[in-house]
């Protein structure tokens, strides 16, 4: 079992940048595949960007280039840098673990990134 919990979120302007952090606790979370994934109103959720326990990542095309995601596994903490941020970016972003053998997954509850002038 993993507990998942994201900061990080708010409102910014167009081309301004923001980091949203997930912390997880529960379980050895090296063993498990971390990702980052949205979901924008009236859409189904989609990935952003995935990292696996060695650190292999996985970007959409639409955030490649401006979207960075890494981890700490000394700190079980994923990071996504998010910047030239976009109004299409806004979304709530969740936090997803998935244990790279069992495939079980966890989410977290999310937060809410808002790309405005």
């Known amino acids: 079992q993993v507990q998942l919990v994201e900061s990080g979120g708010g409102l910014v302007q167009p081309g301004g940048s923001l980091r949203l952090s997930c912390a997880a606790s529960g379980s050895i979370f090296s063993i498990y595949d971390m990702g980052w994934y949205r979901q924008a109103p009236g859409k189904q959720r989609e990935l952003v960007a995935t990292i696996t326990g060695g650190g292999s990542t996985n970007y959409a095309d639409s955030v490649k280039g401006r979207f960075t995601i890494s981890r700490d596994n000394a700190l079980n903490t994923v990071l996504l840098q998010m910047n030239s941020l976009k109004p299409e970016d806004t979304a709530v972003y969740y936090c997803?673990?998935?244990?790279?053998?069992?495939?079980?997954?966890?989410w977290g509850q999310g937060t809410q990134v808002t790309v405005s002038s």
């Open positions: 997803n673990a998935e244990h790279n053998v069992l495939h079980s997954k966890y």
